[in-house]
């Protein structure tokens, strides 16, 4: 059983472009969330996706970022005209379920790690 | 809101020597606590949790108790190995942060032979 899969594992922009990150939840897992650690610092929680809906953005920056979680494929972290700020390394996990009980372990991807120059 | 606070690293430790990571947390609600474990260049993994007051979480040598009284889930083990250096931590979810896991800064264990 395949864990949670991230690609790309490094990705290196220039300032303005654009960067897609890709994350494969585990098989049978219809809840991701999407996180931000930035270097010396803890995870920083970004977005909470099911299938086809977001639940929670209230991490995600109002402007550049958006995610997505399509019926069909990965999720998508989009962060368009990237700073120097943006550089950092994302994690994606994924849970089978809410978590609504609290107990819900996540998985987590290996991450991507993006540089802005 | 909910918060975590670890003990800031890293910590530095000889191998077979005796290691407590603090970690302290504040909640509304009933949280489950958690420690997670990174090593380098790796995501998270779950090391072990907790899901009620005095329940006590252990994996691998490592141990941490649930202490409502005192809003604490320190992590120990009695003999620390080289193979555990790795950056540890301590996160909650709870009703009253709608179950979305909230994280410490992580505290890096160094273990030399």
């Known amino acids: 059983n395949a864990g949670v899969m991230q690609n790309p594992r490094h990705l290196v922009r220039r300032r303005g472009q654009e960067a897609r990150l890709r994350c494969s939840p585990m098989?049978?897992?219809?809840?991701v969330y999407w996180y931000r650690q930035l270097p010396e610092e803890g995870l920083k929680f970004m977005v909470y996706l099911q299938k086809e809906n977001i639940i929670d953005e209230s991490g995600m920056p109002k402007e550049r970022f958006s995610a997505e979680f399509p019926k069909e494929g990965p999720s998508i972290l989009r962060i368009q005209q990237v700073v120097r700020g943006d550089s950092a390394a994302y994690f994606c996990a994924s849970s089978p379920s809410s978590g609504r009980a609290g107990t819900d372990t996540q998985y987590f991807g290996p991450g991507t790690r993006l540089t802005v120059l | 809101g909910n918060s975590v606070t670890q003990m800031e690293g890293p910590v530095t430790l000889s191998e077979e020597a005796f290691l407590t990571i603090n970690c302290t947390y504040t909640?509304?609600?009933?949280?489950?606590l958690f420690w997670y474990v990174q090593y380098p260049g790796e995501g998270l993994q779950l090391l072990l949790k907790a899901t009620k007051a005095d329940d006590k979480g252990s994996n691998k040598g490592f141990e941490a108790t649930y202490r409502k009284e005192t809003t604490s889930f320190h992590l120990e083990k009695g003999s620390v190995q080289v193979s555990d250096s790795a950056v540890y931590f301590c996160a909650l979810s709870s009703s009253g942060g709608s179950y979305i896991p909230t994280f410490g800064r992580g505290t890096s264990l160094i273990v030399h032979p």
């Open positions: 909640a509304t609600g009933y949280p489950s």
């Open positions: 098989k049978g897992h219809s809840h």
